[in-house]
Protein backbone atom coordinates (compact mmCIF):
# COMPACT_ATOMS: atom_id res chain seq x y z
CA UNK A 1 0.00 0.00 0.00
CA UNK A 2 1.16 3.24 -0.99
CA UNK A 3 1.25 6.23 2.22
CA UNK A 4 2.80 9.37 2.55
CA UNK A 5 4.80 11.25 5.45
CA UNK A 6 5.57 15.08 5.43
CA UNK A 7 7.81 16.01 8.21
CA UNK A 8 7.08 19.02 10.17
CA UNK A 9 3.16 20.24 10.07
CA UNK A 10 4.38 23.66 10.32
CA UNK A 11 7.05 25.53 8.53
CA UNK A 12 7.94 29.34 8.97
CA UNK A 13 10.44 31.39 6.72
CA UNK A 14 11.45 34.72 5.76
CA UNK A 15 10.23 36.56 2.95
CA UNK A 16 13.56 35.56 0.47
CA UNK A 17 14.54 32.61 2.58
CA UNK A 18 14.58 28.92 0.88
CA UNK A 19 11.61 27.04 0.76
CA UNK A 20 12.25 23.30 1.87
CA UNK A 21 9.02 20.71 2.13
CA UNK A 22 9.98 17.71 3.02
CA UNK A 23 8.02 14.41 1.95
CA UNK A 24 8.62 11.03 2.10
CA UNK A 25 6.70 7.99 0.24
CA UNK A 26 6.28 4.40 0.53
CA UNK A 27 4.98 2.57 -2.86
CA UNK A 28 5.68 -0.93 -3.67
CA UNK A 29 5.34 0.15 -7.57
CA UNK A 30 6.74 3.18 -9.46
CA UNK A 31 5.09 5.69 -7.29
CA UNK A 32 3.57 8.93 -9.35
CA UNK A 33 3.96 11.74 -7.35
CA UNK A 34 1.99 15.20 -6.37
CA UNK A 35 2.43 18.44 -4.47
CA UNK A 36 -0.90 20.62 -4.45
CA UNK A 37 -1.30 23.45 -2.48
CA UNK A 38 -4.24 24.97 -0.36
CA UNK A 39 -5.02 28.40 0.20
CA UNK A 40 -7.56 29.23 2.93
CA UNK A 41 -11.37 27.98 2.19
CA UNK A 42 -10.24 27.08 -0.84
CA UNK A 43 -9.55 24.05 -2.73
CA UNK A 44 -6.46 21.93 -3.67
CA UNK A 45 -4.74 23.15 -6.62
CA UNK A 46 -1.65 21.27 -8.19
CA UNK A 47 1.77 22.94 -7.98
CA UNK A 48 3.70 19.95 -9.94
CA UNK A 49 3.74 16.17 -10.41
CA UNK A 50 6.34 13.49 -10.99
CA UNK A 51 5.29 10.71 -13.26
CA UNK A 52 8.93 8.78 -13.81
CA UNK A 53 10.45 11.29 -16.36
CA UNK A 54 12.51 13.60 -15.03
CA UNK A 55 13.53 13.46 -11.51
CA UNK A 56 13.80 17.27 -10.82
CA UNK A 57 9.96 18.36 -11.61
CA UNK A 58 9.11 22.42 -12.10
CA UNK A 59 6.34 23.26 -11.09
CA UNK A 60 4.07 26.74 -10.89
CA UNK A 61 4.87 29.83 -8.85
CA UNK A 62 8.25 28.64 -8.76
CA UNK A 63 8.06 25.88 -6.93
CA UNK A 64 10.05 22.32 -7.90
CA UNK A 65 10.57 18.77 -6.44
CA UNK A 66 13.22 16.23 -6.64
CA UNK A 67 12.58 12.52 -6.61
CA UNK A 68 15.04 10.30 -4.82
CA UNK A 69 13.94 7.12 -5.49
CA UNK A 70 17.15 6.01 -2.86
CA UNK A 71 15.86 8.23 -0.28
CA UNK A 72 11.80 7.45 -1.31
CA UNK A 73 11.88 11.47 -0.98
CA UNK A 74 10.04 14.07 -3.23
CA UNK A 75 11.12 17.06 -1.33
CA UNK A 76 9.63 20.62 -2.12
CA UNK A 77 11.73 23.46 -2.75
CA UNK A 78 11.84 26.99 -3.71
CA UNK A 79 14.97 29.47 -3.53
CA UNK A 80 12.99 32.35 -2.36
CA UNK A 81 9.37 32.96 -0.18
CA UNK A 82 7.23 35.14 -1.20
CA UNK A 83 4.35 36.34 1.15
CA UNK A 84 1.85 34.79 -1.35
CA UNK A 85 3.60 31.31 -0.97
CA UNK A 86 1.68 31.32 2.77
CA UNK A 87 -0.48 28.31 2.76
CA UNK A 88 -0.90 24.60 3.05
CA UNK A 89 0.80 22.31 0.98
CA UNK A 90 -0.07 18.22 0.57
CA UNK A 91 2.35 15.73 -0.65
CA UNK A 92 0.52 12.67 -2.33
CA UNK A 93 1.10 9.57 -3.93
CA UNK A 94 -1.10 7.74 -6.73
CA UNK A 95 -2.41 4.28 -6.36
CA UNK A 96 -3.42 3.65 -9.46
CA UNK A 97 -4.28 -0.15 -10.01
CA UNK A 98 -6.26 -1.05 -13.46
CA UNK A 99 -7.62 1.94 -13.86
CA UNK A 100 -8.44 2.67 -10.94
CA UNK A 101 -7.19 5.61 -8.94
CA UNK A 102 -6.91 7.25 -5.51
CA UNK A 103 -4.44 10.10 -4.58
CA UNK A 104 -2.82 8.86 -0.75
CA UNK A 105 -2.50 12.40 0.85
CA UNK A 106 -0.01 13.32 3.61
CA UNK A 107 -1.02 15.19 6.91
CA UNK A 108 -0.09 18.69 5.20
CA UNK A 109 2.80 21.01 5.92
CA UNK A 110 1.38 24.88 6.73
CA UNK A 111 3.56 27.41 5.41
CA UNK A 112 4.26 30.36 7.18
CA UNK A 113 5.82 33.44 6.09
CA UNK A 114 7.45 35.93 8.24
CA UNK A 115 8.17 39.80 6.60
CA UNK B 1 -10.62 28.32 -11.35
CA UNK B 2 -9.84 24.38 -11.89
CA UNK B 3 -13.16 24.30 -13.91
CA UNK B 4 -14.66 21.97 -11.26
CA UNK B 5 -17.96 23.22 -9.83
CA UNK B 6 -19.60 22.26 -6.51
CA UNK B 7 -22.82 22.97 -4.72
CA UNK B 8 -23.72 24.15 -2.65
CA UNK B 9 -20.78 25.64 -0.62
CA UNK B 10 -21.71 25.78 2.72
CA UNK B 11 -24.79 23.20 4.42
CA UNK B 12 -25.39 23.22 7.41
CA UNK B 13 -28.15 20.28 8.82
CA UNK B 14 -28.96 18.23 11.95
CA UNK B 15 -27.73 14.65 13.24
CA UNK B 16 -29.88 12.57 11.71
CA UNK B 17 -30.44 14.20 8.92
CA UNK B 18 -29.53 13.52 4.41
CA UNK B 19 -27.71 15.51 2.26
CA UNK B 20 -26.63 15.73 -1.49
CA UNK B 21 -23.37 17.32 -2.60
CA UNK B 22 -23.05 17.86 -6.33
CA UNK B 23 -19.82 17.89 -8.63
CA UNK B 24 -19.34 18.96 -12.33
CA UNK B 25 -16.23 17.75 -13.47
CA UNK B 26 -14.03 19.61 -16.32
CA UNK B 27 -15.67 19.51 -19.38
CA UNK B 28 -14.41 16.32 -20.91
CA UNK B 29 -13.06 14.94 -17.81
CA UNK B 30 -14.55 11.13 -17.72
CA UNK B 31 -13.15 10.70 -13.80
CA UNK B 32 -14.54 12.04 -10.54
CA UNK B 33 -13.39 11.51 -7.47
CA UNK B 34 -14.61 12.53 -3.88
CA UNK B 35 -12.67 13.20 -0.98
CA UNK B 36 -13.67 14.34 2.77
CA UNK B 37 -11.24 16.59 4.79
CA UNK B 38 -11.28 16.98 8.21
CA UNK B 39 -8.84 17.97 11.28
CA UNK B 40 -8.33 14.80 12.55
CA UNK B 41 -8.43 12.21 9.51
CA UNK B 42 -6.25 14.70 7.27
CA UNK B 43 -7.51 13.95 3.40
CA UNK B 44 -9.24 10.67 3.02
CA UNK B 45 -9.99 9.24 -0.21
CA UNK B 46 -13.91 8.32 -0.77
CA UNK B 47 -14.44 7.12 -3.98
CA UNK B 48 -14.04 7.13 -7.78
CA UNK B 49 -16.48 6.99 -10.60
CA UNK B 50 -15.28 6.55 -14.32
CA UNK B 51 -18.15 7.31 -17.05
CA UNK B 52 -20.37 6.09 -14.84
CA UNK B 53 -19.34 3.17 -13.19
CA UNK B 54 -17.72 2.83 -9.57
CA UNK B 55 -13.69 2.48 -10.10
CA UNK B 56 -12.67 2.87 -7.10
CA UNK B 57 -13.93 2.85 -2.80
CA UNK B 58 -11.74 3.98 -0.20
CA UNK B 59 -12.53 4.67 3.32
CA UNK B 60 -16.33 5.45 2.66
CA UNK B 61 -18.99 4.72 5.58
CA UNK B 62 -22.03 2.46 4.77
CA UNK B 63 -24.02 5.26 5.43
CA UNK B 64 -22.69 7.45 2.28
CA UNK B 65 -23.04 6.71 -1.56
CA UNK B 66 -22.52 8.14 -4.62
CA UNK B 67 -23.20 8.25 -8.60
CA UNK B 68 -22.15 9.32 -11.57
CA UNK B 69 -24.88 10.29 -14.13
CA UNK B 70 -24.74 9.98 -17.81
CA UNK B 71 -23.41 13.78 -17.93
CA UNK B 72 -21.00 12.66 -16.09
CA UNK B 73 -21.87 15.28 -12.88
CA UNK B 74 -21.40 13.19 -9.69
CA UNK B 75 -23.72 13.29 -6.26
CA UNK B 76 -22.39 12.20 -2.82
CA UNK B 77 -25.29 11.62 -0.47
CA UNK B 78 -24.48 11.37 3.01
CA UNK B 79 -27.09 9.60 5.66
CA UNK B 80 -28.03 9.25 9.30
CA UNK B 81 -25.43 12.49 10.27
CA UNK B 82 -23.34 12.19 12.94
CA UNK B 83 -21.42 15.36 14.31
CA UNK B 84 -18.14 13.73 13.25
CA UNK B 85 -18.92 14.08 9.40
CA UNK B 86 -18.52 17.73 9.89
CA UNK B 87 -15.56 18.13 7.27
CA UNK B 88 -14.95 19.61 3.85
CA UNK B 89 -15.98 17.35 1.10
CA UNK B 90 -13.37 17.56 -1.87
CA UNK B 91 -14.87 16.69 -5.59
CA UNK B 92 -12.24 15.86 -8.43
CA UNK B 93 -11.84 15.14 -12.02
CA UNK B 94 -9.45 13.91 -14.29
CA UNK B 95 -9.83 13.15 -17.86
CA UNK B 96 -8.84 9.33 -17.50
CA UNK B 97 -7.99 7.48 -14.65
CA UNK B 98 -4.16 8.08 -15.33
CA UNK B 99 -3.96 11.72 -15.12
CA UNK B 100 -3.62 14.46 -12.00
CA UNK B 101 -6.60 15.08 -10.58
CA UNK B 102 -8.44 18.94 -10.54
CA UNK B 103 -10.35 19.67 -7.60
CA UNK B 104 -13.16 21.63 -6.74
CA UNK B 105 -13.76 24.48 -4.09
CA UNK B 106 -15.31 22.34 -1.85
CA UNK B 107 -18.22 21.32 0.19
CA UNK B 108 -18.21 22.71 3.97
CA UNK B 109 -21.04 20.50 5.77
CA UNK B 110 -21.47 21.32 9.81
CA UNK B 111 -23.45 18.73 11.14
CA UNK B 112 -24.63 20.53 14.11
Known amino acids: ?41 QGLQLLLKYTSAATLVKGINGFEAEFKKSETSFHLTKPSAHMSDAAEYFCAVSATNQGAQKLVFGQGTRLTINP | ?75 LNLSSLELGDSAL ?4 SSTTSLNEQFFGPGTRLTVL
Not at chain 1, 3 to 22: I, P
Not at chain 2, 38 to 58: C, H, M, T, V
Not at chain 2, 89 to 92: L, R, V
Open chain 2, 89 to 92: YFCA
Open chain 2, 1 to 75: DSGVTQTPKHLITATGQRVTLRCSPRSGDLSVYWYQQSLDQGLQFLIQYYNGEERAKGNILERFSAQQFPDLHSE
Open chain 1, 1 to 41: AQSVTQLGSHVSVSEGALVLLRCNYSSSVPPYLFWYVQYPN
